[in-house]
């Protein structure tokens, strides 16, 4: 039997390939080279572990083996990260704001790109609180409620001309939504970004 399993581990060879790349994609961090050597290792440890005698299929077992091992890797590589303190204050304040809005308004109030959101994203899903070492950071969680009360001040309009500005529009191009001037919508921005100036150091004491 033990002869057949040695035999049989060049046939995992792209089930460890497609989870590693499955891993890798979904943190954007992880080396896929690391999570496919995890893999490996997670066979090995199948073969050694089998027991026939228990009944099991090998092909399951050492998939499942082979499973854990690389999403062990992935956590223990996660939790091994470090982040600037101005991406973990983000990342609390994405945190505490997912409780009341969208996705979208959230982007918005805190004039976040794309793609820097899907990063705060991923470490949403892949980190828990005690991963991120806030030490460093002058972080006040209550002060998060100050964010709603004024981005909920705003008015319909007000809030649509932050997206248009998020999204990289230029005023002429805002004034031209509304009917109005460029200079109108900067002067608009302007005042809204004085409402909310304190929204990028709420939370800091």
């Given at each position: 039997m033990t002869d057949n399993r040695v035999n049989d581990i060049h046939e995992f060879d792209g089930f460890i390939n497609r989870k590693a790349a499955k891993f890798a994609n979904a943190s954007s961090?992880?080396?896929?080279n690391d999570l496919r050597q995890a893999g490996y290792v997670g066979l090995l440890s199948a073969q050694r572990n089998f027991d026939i005698q228990k009944g099991s299929n090998w092909k399951s077992y050492a998939s499942t083996c082979i499973n854990n091992a690389i999403?062990?890797?992935?956590?223990?590589?996660?939790?091994?990260?470090?982040?600037?303190?101005?991406?973990?204050?983000?990342?609390?304040?994405?945190?505490?704001?997912k409780m009341c809005y969208s996705d979208?308004?959230?982007?918005?109030?805190?004039?976040?790109?794309d793609e820097y959101y899907?990063?705060?994203?991923?470490?949403?899903?892949?980190l828990d609180n005690d991963t991120i070492n806030s030490n460093k950071l002058k972080y006040n969680?209550?002060?998060?409620?100050?964010?709603r009360t004024i981005y909920d001040s705003l008015?319909?309009?007000e809030k649509n001309i932050l997206k248009l500005r998020r999204k990289?529009?230029?005023?002429?191009?805002?004034?031209k939504s509304y009917n109005k001037s460029y200079e109108w919508a900067r002067l608009k921005y302007k005042s809204i970004t004085s409402k909310i100036e304190e929204l990028h150091?709420?939370?800091i004491d």
């Open positions: 961090i992880c080396d896929i999403i062990t890797e992935s956590v223990r590589f996660l939790k091994s990260i470090t982040v600037s303190p101005k991406t973990a204050l983000t990342y609390y304040k994405v945190r505490k704001l979208e308004e959230i982007k918005d109030i805190l004039s976040l790109s899907q990063t705060i994203q991923r470490l949403i899903v892949n969680k209550n002060n998060i409620s100050d964010i008015k319909k309009e990289k529009c230029t005023f002429a191009q805002i004034g150091n709420v939370g």
